[in-house]
């Protein structure tokens, strides 16, 4: 598992598994309260990563498709 003081970028799934790993750690009650703030303040750390991974993502779909707000849906289209 990745320390509290380990701010490397990571990706989207990496984030997310980490993120997951900590919230069970941290609902099974076992560790000290030290313990537990440092796994929260990772927690809240990955959470913003993820929020901006999404960001990110949802941003670039909006570019490509050049949606607005208000754009009907389309419906999807394979290339095969």
Same mark, same amino acid.
């Given at each position: 598992? $990745?320390?509290?003081? !380990? %701010?490397?970028?990571?990706?989207? =799934?990496?984030? /997310? %598994?980490?993120? &997951? #790993?900590?919230? !069970? $750690?941290?609902?099974?009650? &076992? /560790? %000290?309260? &030290?313990?537990?703030? #440092?796994h929260f303040e990772r927690g809240i750390a990955l959470t913003?990563?993820?929020?901006?991974?999404?960001d990110t993502a949802e941003q670039k779909v909006r570019i490509? %498709?050049?949606? #607005? +707000? !208000?754009? +009907?849906? =389309?419906?999807?289209? #394979?290339? !095969?």
């Amino acid at each position: 598992m $990745t320390h509290a003081a !380990d %701010t490397r970028p990571q990706g989207f =799934e990496e984030a /997310l %598994t980490e993120l &997951e #790993s900590l919230v !069970d $750690t941290l609902e099974r009650g &076992e /560790l %000290t309260l &030290e313990q537990s703030l #440092s796994h929260f303040e990772r927690g809240i750390a990955l959470t913003r990563t993820c929020r901006q991974a999404l960001d990110t993502a949802e941003q670039k779909v909006r570019i490509l %498709t050049g949606e #607005s +707000p !208000d754009a +009907p849906p =389309e419906p999807f289209r #394979s290339h !095969d």
